[in-house]
């Protein structure tokens, strides 16, 4: 099949609109706008709903009532819109509601601004909004990955009925890339058995996330932290890169990771033994792989666009059995290889202190280097 | 075979479309291909620029702090990258938008007058084709006529017009070789 050459943001847009998206719901946000903009014209072209809503908060309750009737609904924003929607989100987990939504997350906080940032990671992995839930979220670091992945979540949306969270940067959203795009899915016609209006469905559909009564609530949690036990068993993705003779391993997801692909290319080079972790399911994590390096590699260089929120569940997983570092740029700021290059000859030839608060030191140097603006 | 491009100059040069006919040209031979447009902090300052890696594996970063070639189409694009190409690499530079040229020796340096070339075959806007003919003449990232291919592929219907101007311009910047 022929290549295209598209934008992230177009290329996500459209595969959702191939994997069977019958109702999108959204409001515009840069760097985002092009994915709701290139909806909002091929939607109604084949007959299907778009609705620009008057709200972030409209947008996502919109997507509740669509996610009802068993239809495949997305919603897509930006950082601060993807705040707006965190009510929205604790009730689509409380009522079991399969729908995608797509963060394509700018610098912050407050309002910021346009530029591609990993902050997010915190809000959408750990759950910005009440409750106790989880959203299956994924990182793409191509705009191929990006199509591949949102091709297939929805379907993991419908098979554990959650949220599948897509978490972009600005890099990964306005860069063109070669893609193959899937060719159209059948859309589906008849809701599943749990929707309103399912020809299958036994008496009187009632889907809410109200529990008046706590064992009731307690029993629906133990079920939905089952049914996480499943996705933890069959979702978890991620790409090693020359993980087999690795001394050190760097782990980045998205753009981070894809720049660290660089720098431990060029170590490579200079015959340093440095391999690469570049999760791809964020929710649930690859632990496992964490894990098991952290039992022979000499340590760890974590990269983030952010102020090392991954970091954190890098450092509970290795637990102090060699030495967890950081390097990171936060407020819409993209490091270059070079940068994430030295981070890696500070960690290979550092003083391996497992001890090591890699925020702190991470921190001094970069206040060094940018200064606090006072 | 790595190369990072960027390709700089103030809006409405048409520096974004010289470096889309590039990856373009580059994913039909079957290459790995990125396209960034500035975006960020780089915006700001009136230019606008873009960057074109071309690999033969997988691309990391889509961006270079070193990058193999610039094209600079205007002075302060000139003034900011000139230090950053890394050595043996490639600057080209529309001469008639510049009052200076490169003092840096150890990388190729074309000086092409890329305005009057463009006017001279009619259009002053296919300039930032001309420059990409120069890069790809002196660099041969890609098989021969690739560039022009691409043209002839993914000009959009209503722009087929330029398609003859354009690649005139290819053939005119071509001609441009270093020392």
């Known amino acids: 099949m022929a290549l295209e050459l598209i934008k992230g943001n177009i290329a996500v847009a459209e595969a959702a609109m191939r994997a069977g998206l019958v109702s999108y719901f959204g409001y515009p946000i840069t760097p985002q706008t092009e994915l709701l903009e290139h909806l909002s014209a091929r939607m109604p072209e084949l007959g299907r709903a778009f609705v620009q809503a008057e709200s972030e908060l409209g947008a996502i309750n919109m997507v509740y009532g669509a996610a009802c009737t068993g239809l495949r609904a997305m919603t897509s924003s930006s950082s601060p819109g993807i705040s707006l929607m965190q009510e929205g989100l ?10 995608v939504i797509v963060d394509v997350v700018r610098g912050g906080p407050g309002l910021g601004n346009i530029a591609p940032s990993q902050a997010d990671y915190t809000q959408v992995v750990h759950g910005g909004g009440h409750g106790e839930y989880h959203l299956i979220v994924l990182a793409p670091a191509s705009v191929q990955e990006a199509v591949d992945l949102t091709t297939m979540a929805f379907d993991i949306a419908e098979k554990y009925r959650m949220v599948v969270c897509l978490l972009l940067d600005g890099f990964i959203g306005q860069m063109m890339e070669p893609v193959e795009l899937p060719e159209f899915k059948p859309v589906r016609t008849t809701p599943p058995a749990w929707a309103i209006g399912s020809p299958d469905s036994k008496g009187q559909v009632v889907l809410t996330s109200i529990n008046i009564d706590p064992p009731t609530q307690e029993r629906f949690n133990v079920k939905m932290m089952t049914r996480w036990q499943e996705v933890e068993k069959n979702e978890v993705r991620y790409k090693g890169y020359f993980l087999d003779d690795a001394e050190y391993v760097v782990i980045g997801y998205g753009t981070a990771g894809r720049i660290s692909l660089s720098a431990v290319r060029a170590a490579r080079e200079q015959g340093l033994k440095i391999g690469l972790v570049r999760p ?61 290059s030295n981070a890696i000859s500070a960690l290979v030839n550092g003083k391996h202190d497992v001890n090591i608060d890699a925020r702190a030191e991470w921190l001094a140097g970069l206040r060094e280097l940018v200064g606090t603006g006072e | 075979m790595q190369a990072e491009i960027i390709i700089s100059g103030f809006g409405g040069q048409g520096t974004l479309y010289a470096g889309q006919v590039l990856a373009y040209a580059a994913m039909d031979e079957g290459k790995h291909v990125t396209w960034i447009p500035s975006y960020g902090p ?47 690499g490639y600057l ?53 006529g690739a560039l022009e291919r691409a043209l002839e592929a993914h000009t959009a219907a209503r722009l087929k017009k330029f398609i003859s101007i354009n690649i005139e311009a290819l053939r005119r910047g071509a001609e441009y070789q270093a020392d």
């Open chain 2, 42 to 88: 780089e915006m700001r300052g009136g230019t606008a620029n873009c960057t074109v890696v071309v690999s033969d594996d997988e691309i990391g970063s889509p961006t270079a702090l070193h990058p193999t070639a610039v094209i600079a189409m205007n002075l302060p694009s000139l003034d900011k990258y000139e230090p950053m190409i890394k050595p043996g």
């Open chain 1, 280 to 340: 791809i399911s964020l929710s649930p994590f690859p632990a496992k792989v964490v894990d098991e390096l952290a039992d022979r590699v000499k340590g760890f260089l974590v990269v983030e666009m952010s102020n090392g929120q991954m970091l954190d569940d890098i450092i509970s997983i290795v637990a102090r059995r060699v030495p967890v570092e950081f390097y990171g740029r936060m407020g819409g700021m993209v490091p270059y290889p070079d940068e994430i």
């Open chain 2, 92 to 144: 080209i530079v529309n001469e008639d938008m510049v009052n200076r040229t490169s003092t840096r020796e150890d990388i190729h340096v074309l000086m092409v007058p890329a305005s009057k070339i463009a006017m001279e075959i009619g259009n002053e806007r296919a300039a930032n084709m001309v420059l990409l003919g120069t890069l790809e003449g002196n660099m041969h990232l890609l098989p021969q």
């Open chain 1, 90 to 99: 604790s009730y689509l987990a409380g009522t079991e509601l399969p729908a």
